[in-house]
């Protein structure tokens, strides 16, 4: 196999994924849930802009220092040793596949504006939403290079609406539309600022997939740095510049609380066509996000399984080289969790997959910057890295800490297993 097919992902591709991943759902319902914070919301986008900067330098630098590895996962548990590196993989994993189930609702939620019925219940919400998880596991099954393929064109995509958003947003402003006092606004709150960054997080969640990738990735040491700081930095910037506009824009009744925020910005300037338009560019953003993390939901287990972190069985492969069995046992396992909120209020749906997505990842991040300070790579900013992940998965609250503990902690049956499974293979052989 040449190295272009074993390692499909250049420094564009690596860069699409980085900003793809990171750019689907979470912009798109975001400025509604911070609208209530005010000016803190915008602190918050500087304090995570800020994070994520930090910790994505912390994982890149992990990448350079082991370019053969085949993960950001696989160097964790080099460093911190086996039981914590399954822990610290298992919970990333937890956070992608419940991010998956949060992003195909939304998704099936914009193509409702143009199909009312797929989303005029939540029984056919949950329905739709877990049909579009499997069509985008199936474009996975066919392999690493037709999935980043499509991802790069649904990046492409998803561009044009942040485009648009920045268009009016510069319209507006040049006609006084975007004074800070033309609608009154929540004043800053130091108090409300870690909760807010907490929720401001989730849309930063998805930089550090072409470190968890490096195995796909043509010279990792060097492309996983610039593709990792070029997505986070370009992406920050477009959520700082679009998400505080359309919150200072509007009132904050208005924005709070609605569907569809960023659809009704632009609907309220420019018309309902573009409103229309926007939620179809929006439906396209999540689902080229969708198809990132399904690729993330395979390859997490596959790195564990291939670094001997947990029995090799879970990272066994296909022809195509996809880890079949890794894949679908994730969608599954996030088809559950959509359908056991079917009977749910689709508001307590966000906020719980937010909180517990956000808090269950923050945990992968704090075990790369605790490894980074192991092994001597960027130790100052892995301390400050460590500290903001710390800060972050406080502001998650209680209810989320302890739920993303739980989910972290059945990892260890897996560890033991991984014993059993290298005693059988050492008797049969």
Known sequence: MSDTNRRPFGFWTATALVIGNMIGSGFFALPAQLAPFGFTSVAAW???IAGAMVIAWVIAGLSRAMPEATGTLAICA?????????LIGWSMWVGIWSANAFIALTAVRYLGVFWPPLASSSFTLVLGAVGLLWLITLLNLRGAPTAG?????TTLIKLVPMAAIILLLAQLGIGGGLALDAHPHAAFDVKQLAPAVTMAFFA???F????LCAERVRDPGRTVTRATLTGVGVTGLLYLIACSGIIFAMPQEAVAGVNAPVALFVETFWGRWAGLAVAGFAAVAAIGALNGWVLLQGEAPLGMARAGVIPAAIGRTSSRDVPVGALIASTALASVLILSNVSKDTSAIYDFMLRVTTAATLWFYAGACISALVIGVARPAAAIGLLFALWAIWGAGYEAIGLSLGLMATAVPLYLLRGSAEKAE???A
Not at 208 to 211: I, K, Q, W
Request: glycine share 14%; aromatic share 4%; with cysteine.
């Open 46 to 48: 500087v304090a995570a």
């Open 208 to 211: 550090e997939c072409a470190g």
């Open 149 to 153: 393929r499509f991802q790069v064109v």
């Open 204 to 206: 930063m969640v998805g």
């Open 426 to 428: 050492e008797v049969t």
């Open 78 to 86: 080099r460093a911190l040793g086996p039981l914590p590196g399954v």
